[in-house]
Nanobody, 127 residues
Framework: QVQLVESGGGLVQAGGSLRLSCVAS????????FAWFRQVTGKEREFVAA????????YYADSMKGRFTISRDNAKNTVYLQMNSLKPEDTAVYYC????????????????????WGQGTQVTVSS
């Protein structure tokens, strides 16, 4: 089992920045690949970014490229999502997801690939 706890959400004006954190426990952190997803009520969960066990391997949804950065700190068992140049359409509940992988370069963009989820943190961007 992996437990995930997100934090860092809040209210920010358009053009502002937020950094989300996801602390993982229960498994060896370095054996886990992570992703961030987001969801607006009534819509499907949307992929945001993913990072493999090897932090050199990251992947972003097209609309987040250049604005969002995913990173991991194995010493702190924490995954981050730095969000810059935020837009009102970025408003959503953001979820951290995790899966144990064999290959160090593996990452996934589909929610069904992930076994563990956090409770979510609300991000609201005002215009």
């Amino acid at each position: 089992q992996v437990q995930l706890v997100e934090s860092g959400g809040g209210l920010v004006q358009a053009g502002g920045s937020l950094r989300l954190s996801c602390v993982a426990s229960g498994r060896t952190f370095s054996s886990i690949a992570f992703a961030w997803f987001r969801q607006v009520t009534g819509k499907e969960r949307e992929f945001v970014a993913a990072i493999a066990k090897n932090a050199a391997f990251t992947y972003y949804a097209d609309s987040m490229k250049g604005r969002f950065t995913i990173s991991r700190d194995n010493a702190k068992n924490t995954v981050y999502l730095q969000m810059n140049s935020l837009k009102p359409e970025d408003t959503a509940v953001y979820y951290c997801a995790a899966v144990e992988t064999y290959w160090s370069s593996s990452y996934y963009s589909g929610p069904l690939e992930y076994d563990y989820w956090g409770q979510g943190t609300q991000v609201t961007v005002s215009s």
